[in-house]
């Protein structure tokens, strides 16, 4: 069986994908990137909020900020580390400021279909 890691990447500025994918690389790890929007971002305006219960998906996201959210599956801890340690710096992660994204990972029990 192969474990390994899923390590998430949600950057609120669309110009730091570019570095944060290109640190990636230098670690050997592929990923998958998508547009993404917080549900506090949707509570933000009662309005947003109000159409997504009625079910009219037109003006939600209107003027809304989404992120960028990278994930990929790492196999060993000390890759996660890495790569953690070296997205966090560039971000300005630090523990008196929340810099320009957030990280995590997710451990992973087994998985099919990817390569090593």
Do not use: W
């Amino acid at each position: 069986m192969t474990k390994g890691y899923v390590l998430f990447i949600i950057l609120n500025h669309v110009k730091d994908v570019k570095r944060v994918m290109s640190i990636l690389k230098k670690y050997g790890a592929q990923a998958t990137m998508m547009d993404t929007l917080g549900a506090a971002s949707l509570y933000e305006k009662q309005e947003a909020y109000d159409t997504m219960i009625a079910g009219r998906r037109q003006s939600l996201g209107q003027g809304k900020k989404y992120n960028k959210t990278i994930f990929t599956v790492l196999s060993t801890e000390e890759a996660v580390v890495k790569i953690m340690d070296e997205v966090e710096e560039y971000l300005g992660i630090t523990p008196d400021s929340l810099g320009r994204g957030f990280l995590f990972t997710i451990p992973m029990y087994t998985f099919r279909g990817i390569q090593k």
